[in-house]
């Protein structure tokens, strides 16, 4: 017999949600009505008679629209992404002012950035058995404590070099499973509140962007005006802050209706191992992820080595840099605000691959001819349209793929990989431009990047990015077996196994 997991298995591979046993079947739309359930459920309404499907379903008809966990989750986002922005910023800083030494500065991000990614990549079997709330709450708590200790140590002179370290890794080891667990809210909370996945998606990813580009700035306005002190402890308040949110305005996931139970693997590393084999065997996803892995040890490249170098040997400095990243900034977070309230109605594969392409490769292009300021600058602005389309399909995908129950160790161990090349894209980048010049090295990891993105969506399982759905599994059959959960016709494996052929 075929076991629940197996069953998510194929589902997943095929990019479908697996339907649970009671869930009305598309060719019998009343056999939902036989269930023991469910034995008076009124007759469905002919079609003629049914209301128009809303255009922000999630969320079963007659249930009423909540917004509170939507806003609650974005905006716990926002304080916890603005921490990590702003500490980014000031924690160097500090250092770099009270040691007076450049090495000491370039071990704080590692120090932090490396437990991040080892307790994200683990902490996954504990959120699904213990719950996002918990682990977010928690994690934010602890983030909060360390943070604050770090300056009231160093006014009380108790801050030695080595327990600011120690402190650091505290803040990374639990920001990592907090951060997780954040993003499990997403299915439910936009369930919850009628819309598209991709509109919680989307609204998150401008979320991030713009906690990316606002943190920064707050960052360096507070260091200039009253010290790096004064930002570590806006730090520590917008960790508690993000605490305060979770802890008050949501609560932990349920599976779907139309979700089949996974069954569930006992003990912490069975459960960590099922979560693994999970995103080896699907074959989508695992394919997503391994792209993404690869673009961000290339981004990283451009990033941190040749980005700068571009800009010392063309003579536009420093604040090219600062146009380069703001400019590219501000158009995806309009993209990702224009994506929230169209993504949903629009092809993914494609869109996705063209926004992939668009904030990918065009500027390796103009760097590397020599194009002039205004050139380069343009070319970023469309770099980031296209790439604010990216993170809200990708959700929305992930989400989709990933059964409830599996989601946290599948979803964390995910961003673990896709974060694993990043410390090594600056050795990448220095060592290409040592072998080939500057111009050389941005054709090379152009080139990368191109094939990064191509080769693997010419695969037959990019077929399954298209928008999959369930039949809707209410009792009444509101859907007259036509319509899905998510108020879309379901799409065939096969039809889309026929597209990619």
Request: charged content about 15%; proline content about 8%.
């Given at each position: 017999?075929?076991?629940?997991?197996?069953?998510?298995?194929?589902?997943?591979?095929?990019g479908?949600?697996?339907?649970?046993?009671?869930?009305?079947?598309?060719?019998a739309?009343?056999?939902?009505l036989?269930?023991?359930?469910?034995?008076?459920?009124?007759?469905?309404?002919?079609?003629?008679?049914?209301?128009?499907?809303?255009?922000?379903?999630?969320?079963?008809?007659?249930?009423?629209?909540?917004?509170?966990?939507?806003?609650?989750?974005?905006?716990?986002?926002?304080?916890?992404?603005?921490?990590?922005?702003?500490?980014?910023?000031?924690?160097?800083?500090?250092?770099?002012?009270?040691?007076?030494?450049?090495?000491k500065?370039?071990?704080v991000?590692?120090?932090?950035?490396?437990?991040?990614?080892?307790?994200?990549?683990?902490?996954?079997?504990?959120?699904?058995?213990?719950?996002?709330?918990?682990?977010?709450?928690?994690?934010?708590?602890?983030?909060?404590?360390?943070?604050?200790?770090?300056?009231l140590?160093?006014?009380?002179?108790?801050?030695?070099?080595?327990?600011?370290?120690?402190?650091?890794?505290?803040?990374?080891?639990?920001?990592?499973?907090?951060?997780?667990?954040?993003?499990?809210?997403?299915?439910?909370?936009?369930r919850?509140?009628?819309?598209?996945?991709?509109?919680?998606?989307?609204?998150?990813?401008?979320?991030?962007?713009?906690?990316?580009?606002?943190?920064?700035?707050?960052?360096?306005?507070?260091?200039?005006?009253?010290?790096?002190?004064?930002a570590?402890?806006?730090t520590?308040?917008?960790?508690?802050?993000?605490?305060?949110?979770?802890?008050?305005?949501?609560?932990?996931p349920?599976?779907?209706?139309?979700?089949?139970?996974?069954?569930?693997a006992?003990?912490?590393?069975?459960?960590?191992?099922?979560?693994?084999?999970?995103?080896?065997?699907?074959?989508?996803?695992?394919?997503?992820?391994?792209?993404?892995a690869?673009?961000?040890?290339?981004?990283?490249?451009?990033?941190?080595?040749?980005?700068?170098?571009?800009?010392?040997?063309?003579?536009?400095?420093?604040?090219?840099?600062?146009?380069?990243?703001?400019?590219?900034?501000?158009?995806?977070?309009?993209?990702?605000?224009?994506?929230?309230?169209?993504?949903?109605?629009?092809?993914r594969?494609?869109?996705?691959?063209?926004?992939?392409?668009?904030?990918?490769?065009?500027?390796?292009?103009?760097?590397?001819?020599?194009?002039?300021?205004?050139?380069?600058?343009?070319?970023?602005a469309?770099?980031?349209?296209?790439?604010?389309?990216?993170?809200?399909?990708?959700?929305?995908?992930?989400?989709?793929?990933?059964?409830?129950?599996?989601?946290?160790?599948?979803?964390?161990?995910?961003?673990?990989?896709?974060?694993?090349?990043?410390?090594?894209?600056?050795?990448?980048?220095?060592?290409?431009?040592?072998?080939?010049?500057?111009?050389?090295?941005l054709?090379?990891?152009?080139g990368?990047?191109?094939?990064?993105?191509?080769?693997?969506?010419?695969?037959?399982?990019?077929?399954?990015?298209?928008?999959?759905?369930?039949?809707?599994?209410?009792?009444?059959?509101?859907?007259?077996?036509?319509?899905?959960?998510?108020?879309?016709?379901?799409?065939?494996?096969?039809?889309?196994?026929?597209?990619?052929?």
């Open positions: 017999m075929t076991s629940r997991h197996a069953t998510a298995q194929q589902a997943a591979d095929s479908t949600r697996t339907p649970s046993p009671d869930a009305a079947a598309p060719d739309p009343d056999a939902a036989d269930t023991p359930e469910a034995p008076e459920a009124p007759e469905a309404p002919e079609a003629s008679d049914t209301p128009d499907a809303p255009d922000t379903p999630g969320a079963p008809d007659g249930e009423p629209r909540v917004l509170r966990g939507l806003v609650g989750m974005l905006s716990a986002n926002a304080a916890s992404l603005s921490a990590n922005r702003v500490l980014s910023i000031a924690l160097p800083w500090f250092v770099l002012t009270t040691t007076g030494s450049v090495g500065t370039g071990l991000a590692f120090f932090q950035i490396v437990p991040y990614v080892i307790a994200q990549a683990l902490a996954g079997p504990i959120i699904d058995k213990v719950g996002p709330k918990r682990i977010s709450v928690a994690g934010d708590l602890a983030s909060t404590v360390a943070t604050a200790a770090a300056p140590l160093y006014l009380t002179g108790n801050l030695s070099f080595g327990l600011l370290l120690g402190l650091l890794a505290v803040v990374g080891a639990a920001d990592g499973p907090a951060n997780g667990a954040k993003g499990l809210f997403v299915p439910a909370a936009t919850a509140a009628r819309v598209p996945l991709e509109r919680g998606t989307g609204l998150s990813a401008a979320v991030e962007r713009t906690a990316t580009t606002v943190g920064p700035a707050v960052a360096g306005v507070v260091v200039a005006s009253f010290g790096s002190l004064y570590l402890w806006i520590a308040f917008l960790f508690g802050v993000s605490a305060l949110i979770i802890s008050t305005t949501l609560s932990d349920v599976p779907e209706p139309h979700e089949m139970p996974v069954e569930e006992e003990g912490y590393f069975s459960r960590l191992r099922q979560g693994a084999v999970f995103l080896r065997d699907a074959k989508l996803l695992r394919s997503i992820v391994c792209m993404l690869v673009t961000n040890l290339l981004d990283q490249a451009f990033m941190s080595v040749l980005l700068p170098v571009w800009a010392k040997e063309t003579g536009y400095g420093a604040g090219a840099i600062g146009l380069v990243v703001s400019i590219f900034a501000a158009t995806s977070i309009i993209a990702a605000l224009v994506a929230a309230g169209v993504a949903d109605r629009l092809p594969r494609t869109v996705y691959l063209i926004g992939f392409t668009l904030g990918g490769i065009p500027r390796f292009v103009a760097m590397a001819t020599g194009a002039p300021l205004w050139v380069v600058l343009a070319v970023l469309v770099g980031g349209l296209g790439s604010g389309f990216v993170n809200p399909i990708v959700g929305a995908v992930t989400y989709e793929l990933i059964p409830t129950p599996l989601l946290g160790r599948v979803k964390t161990l995910a961003q673990a990989v896709t974060w694993a090349g990043i410390p090594f894209g600056g050795l990448l980048g220095a060592g290409l431009v040592t072998v080939a010049g500057t111009s050389g090295a054709w090379i990891v152009g990368l990047y191109l094939v990064a993105i191509g080769v693997p969506a010419l695969n037959r399982e990019w077929a399954g990015m298209r928008k999959q759905t369930v039949p809707d599994a209410s009792p009444a059959g509101t859907g007259n077996g036509k319509e899905s959960a998510t108020g879309t016709a379901p799409a065939p494996v096969e039809e889309a196994v026929k597209e990619a052929v």
